[in-house]
């Protein structure tokens, strides 16, 4: 599908002699093709590490270099990255054809990092994206409600997952190329620079050297809600118990919970991490799954110290789409998953038959269909077959955004999400430990699947939270039913206004606002609004959070189901657009 990148200078395409020596005379882009590495232990790592590393020191201080390889590669290679690069972005990116190897999910993302040489955030242009139509009821995938005027007409701002367009992994990557040369038509650059290194650095085939645990594993026979610290409680639990561990830590990432600080020095995050991830990897039973899910920088530094105690297993993506914060929104969750020696049995494969709840979380909703529940019905009746078996990339379970589903907790997972990873990893009867419960999803979810379970808990309230979830389960209440009780605790930190009722609706002002600005040719502001708008200044100051929402819909040309050629008109428009706020400005000037 096409992308429209905004006022971008498109970078000329040069064709290397494919080696990473190089001579860096200006300020390029640098696009490294490497090959799919299915293991660890396929990569020629110590000479390829150490000359990618000093290509990267030897560049241009304004340089940005991509590499597309697999999942694998990616973690395995940023986790000895050279402290002159910083790592921008993690974009997972769609196989057209998933790849199968023995007890694993289809295999169906490739990894493409990009790396500066920069600090600063990222540099690139706006680059948007094309909706996307059911093909049984032919409306947008996502359901954009009464809030269409402030969609882009093109499409939505593209995430670090891309599921749009599609590679093999043994194809010359056009697709990927081609969106590159506009996310970065931006000044300095003019070039990007391909160096294609799938030849020179094959897949090499070692034995495979999986770590040797042949321990006698401990039996627990009971479920345990437990409130305190996970360190010290994890030591209290024998080694070799648990059949299934997961984690979904705090981030670190300023999120306001109820007795822990989310914004602690970076270091001490990652020591004290590597202190419960150790743990786990001593209570997990030989042949069984940890899996911690966390945003991939994170994850990287998680493999790094796992990896000398476990061994790696799979890089599961969760497309989790969270508020459209950056130019290139933030999607991607990384469920990084390790064994402890080979693994095995992997249930998911070996199960006999699946209860109904574990059926339905191992198949996804195809792509490109959508959720809504008339059209579900509909293809129901028509029996179109609408549902396919889960692989390694998740884009089917969404985040818990509406209140009447959530608890009093920030950062509750979908019961979904963790009905999938237990359904996998886990029989019934099996032990499931969570050594950061929160709400309970973990715990709860195990419950339901009978499986027995260890939820830790730092906070108290969360923990009654939990405790008090269970017993509704246990008397026969869903607790993951919907509610009507809001909770305290927010789950973003967009700042609401009080309830109030609103003598002209938003949207009637913000498509004023436009017209105002269609006007004039730019942007209006507040004194402009107050001089033109047919509405009292008032309601502008008191029915939005600030001044960008008042004018989002005249930043935008509204969506509207186009057709493609449509698309490409818009980056006229655009131009146009800001041809007419240049002459603006400088008529303004002149009046001054
Ligand atoms: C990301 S949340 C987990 C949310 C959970 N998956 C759910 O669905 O509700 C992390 C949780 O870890 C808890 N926590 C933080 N530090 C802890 C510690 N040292 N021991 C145990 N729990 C801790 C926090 O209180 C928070 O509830």
């Not at 967009?494 to 040719?521: C, F, H, P, S, W």
Request: glycine share 4%; net charge positive; hydrophobic share 35%.
């Amino acid at each position: 599908m096409a992308h429209l990148s905004e006022y971008t200078n498109r970078l000329e395409l040069i064709h290397t002699n494919n080696t990473l020596t190089q001579q860096f005379t200006e300020n390029d882009v640098w696009f490294i093709n490497l090959p799919y590495y299915e293991q660890k232990y396929n990569i020629p790592a110590s000479i390829l590490y150490m000359e990618l590393n000093s290509f990267i020191e030897k560049a241009n201080k304004n340089a940005t270099i991509i590499i597309l390889s697999s999942p694998i590669f990616a973690a395995d290679f940023l986790s000895g990255l050279s402290p002159f690069a910083n790592l921008k972005l993690w974009v997972s990116i769609k196989l057209k054809k998933t790849l199968k190897f023995e007890s694993k999910l289809p295999q169906h993302h490739m990894a493409l990092i990009v790396l500066t040489k920069y600090q600063k955030s990222l540099q690139h242009t706006k680059t948007r994206i094309g909706y996307t139509y059911c093909p049984s009821c032919e409306r947008t995938t996502k359901d954009y409600g009464g809030k269409k005027h402030l969609y882009h007409e093109f499409g939505t701002l593209m995430s670090d997952v891309w599921r749009d367009i599609t590679i093999n992994t043994n194809e010359y990557p056009e697709v990927i190329i081609n969106r590159i040369q506009d996310l970065f038509g931006i000044k300095p650059y003019k070039k990007l620079n391909i160096i294609d290194l799938r030849a020179a650095y094959k897949a090499i085939n070692q034995n495979y050297r999986i770590k040797k645990v042949e321990q006698p594993t401990n039996k627990i026979d009971s479920s345990l809600l437990i409130n305190g610290d996970c360190l010290t409680k994890l030591k209290r639990i024998p080694s070799n118990s648990i059949d299934f561990c997961f984690a979904d830590p705090p981030y670190n990432i300023k999120k306001k919970y109820q007795n822990w600080n989310d914004d602690i020095n970076i270091r001490e995050y990652f020591d004290w991490c590597d202190k419960w991830l150790s743990e786990l990897a001593r209570i997990i039973k030989p042949g069984k799954i940890v899996a911690i899910l966390n945003i991939p920088q994170w994850t990287i530094r998680h493999y790094k110290h796992l990896i000398k105690e476990l061994d790696f297993y799979d890089w599961i993506v969760w497309e989790g789409l969270s508020l459209p914060v950056r130019m290139i929104m933030p999607a991607h969750y990384s469920i990084v998953c390790f064994s402890k020696g080979k693994p095995k049995n992997i249930p998911v494969f070996t199960r006999e038959k699946h209860s109904i709840i574990e059926y339905q979380s191992l198949n996804t909703i195809k792509e490109f269909y959508c959720s809504r529940a008339n059209c579900i019905k509909k293809r129901g009746k028509q029996k179109i077959k609408d549902q396919e078996y889960a692989t390694n990339l998740w884009w089917d379970i969404h985040r818990l955004k509406h209140n009447s589903k959530r608890v009093d907790h920030p950062t509750q997972l979908p019961p979904k999400f963790m009905q999938r990873l237990i359904s996998l990893f886990t029989y019934e009867g099996d032990i499931v430990l969570d050594p950061f419960n929160g709400s309970g999803t973990t715990t709860l979810v195990a419950e339901q699947l009978k499986r027995k379970y260890i939820g830790i808990e730092l906070s108290e309230y969360y923990y009654e939270i939990s405790q008090n979830r269970h017993m509704e389960l246990k008397g026969g209440i869903d607790p993951f039913r919907k509610n009507d009780k809001v909770p305290k605790a927010k789950n973003s930190y967009v700042v609401r206004l009080k309830k109030q009722t609103y003598e002209v609706d938003k949207k009637t002002l913000q498509l004023e606002v436009k017209q105002i600005a269609n006007k004039i040719g730019k942007i209006p502001n507040r004194s402009e609004i107050k001089e033109l708008s047919k509405y009292p200044i008032k309601y502008f100051d008191n029915y939005f959070i600030n001044w960008s929402e008042v004018t989002a819909a005249a930043r935008t040309t509204g969506m509207q189901q186009v057709e493609n050629k449509k698309q490409y008109e818009m980056m006229k428009q655009l131009k146009l657009f800001e041809e007419r706020k240049v002459e603006y400005e400088t008529k303004g000037k002149k009046n001054n």
